[in-house]
């Protein structure tokens, strides 16, 4: 059975920080370009950032979390990383990892994933 499974969220105060890992079993996720979503209260899932395959050299970011998020990968553990410094309240959403296996001709469309974990809840109080 494939499997992406989020951990590391919880309730944290407005400029702290937080690790999110994602956590792929059942196949090797290391040719697939990987990417974070999350959905915020009552709000439609958005992109935040992706990966491309096997070193993860391209990294691109929305600009809501840009120079404040930075994800990595672990390839030879099928784990991507979402390093989050410098929270605000509205960055409270849940968080998915996902995994795109093919081509993809815009990686911030959630239809272009093929592989979704269960999402970790993110709460950023003021």
């Known amino acids: 059975q494939v499997q992406l499974v989020e951990a590391g969220g919880r309730l944290v105060q407005a400029g702290d920080s937080l690790r999110l890992s994602c956590v792929g079993s059942?196949?090797?996720?290391?040719?697939?370009?990987m990417g974070w979503f999350r959905q915020p209260p009552g709000k439609e899932r958005e992109f935040v950032v992706q990966i491309s395959s096997w070193s993860g050299r391209t990294r691109y970011y929305a600009d809501s979390v840009k120079g404040r998020f930075t994800i990595s990968r672990d390839s030879a553990n099928n784990t991507v990383y979402l390093q989050m410094n410098s929270l605000k309240p509205e960055d409270t959403a849940v968080y998915y990892c996902?995994?795109?296996?093919?081509?993809?001709?815009?990686?911030?469309?959630?239809?272009?994933?093929?592989?979704w974990g269960q999402g970790t809840q993110v709460t950023v109080s003021s």
């Open positions: 996902a995994a795109a296996s093919g081509y993809t001709s815009d990686y911030t469309k959630a239809y272009e994933y093929d592989y």
């Open positions: 059942g196949r090797t996720f290391s040719r697939d370009l």
